[in-house]
Each structure stands twice: as C-alpha cells, then as structure tokens.
C-alpha cells in the first residue's frame, strides 16, 4: 500500500487483511492513474463550515455568491466576529 493510500484510507500499513490489501492495490492503480481527487473543499474550516451552513440553507446559485461576498467583506474570522447583523443582512441577501 502506497503511502498515498494509506493517507487516503487514513490506516497503517500494518493493519492489514485481504480486503484491505486488495482494495490498496486497486486504490494504488487508480491514484497512479487519475491523481488524488481534489472535492474543491476549502483547506480553511471556518470558510468550509460557513459554506455548508449556507448551501444547507439557500439555492446553489444564492450560497455561492452569498459566500463569496461574504469572505471578500470578511476575510478572517476574528473581521466576520465583529461584524454587525443588521449591517450583514443588507449586504447579503
């Protein structure tokens, strides 16, 4: 098992069964292939969770922007914390 896979599969190389072993080798072929997928997460959590909260909530053309106006008004979360409701709800639909 590659260590790509075992970072994928998120296992030590010593866990091992023949499932495990089988499925690392397919895993292996297909990272060596087709690369690690990337799922367009934001490596920052904050923006991630404030972007599912959104997408949750709105239509998919309604969080997108309402997301991406809100990080440009409020880059870090220590300017969003200060940020006033009422001053957000209109800036943001």
């Given at each position: 098992?590659?260590?790509?896979?075992?970072?994928?599969?998120?296992?030590?190389?010593?866990?091992?069964?023949?499932?495990?072993?089988?499925?690392?080798?397919?895993?292996?072929?297909?990272?060596?292939?087709?690369?690690?997928?990337?799922?367009?997460?934001?490596?920052?959590?904050?923006?991630?969770?404030?972007?599912?909260?959104?997408?949750?909530?709105?239509?998919?053309?309604?969080?997108?922007?309402?997301?991406?106006?809100?990080?440009r008004a409020y880059p870090t979360l220590p300017e969003l914390a200060k940020a006033r409701l009422a001053e957000e709800s209109?800036?943001?639909?």
């Open positions: 098992m590659s260590a790509t896979t075992a970072r994928l599969l998120r296992t030590r190389r010593r866990n091992s069964s023949p499932w495990r072993e089988l499925f690392a080798e397919v895993a292996d072929r297909l990272v060596a292939e087709h690369g690690v997928p990337s799922l367009g997460n934001f490596r920052d959590p904050v923006k991630e969770i404030f972007y599912i909260v959104l997408s949750a909530r709105t239509t998919d053309a309604q969080y997108r922007l309402t997301h991406r106006n809100l990080m209109r800036n943001f639909p």
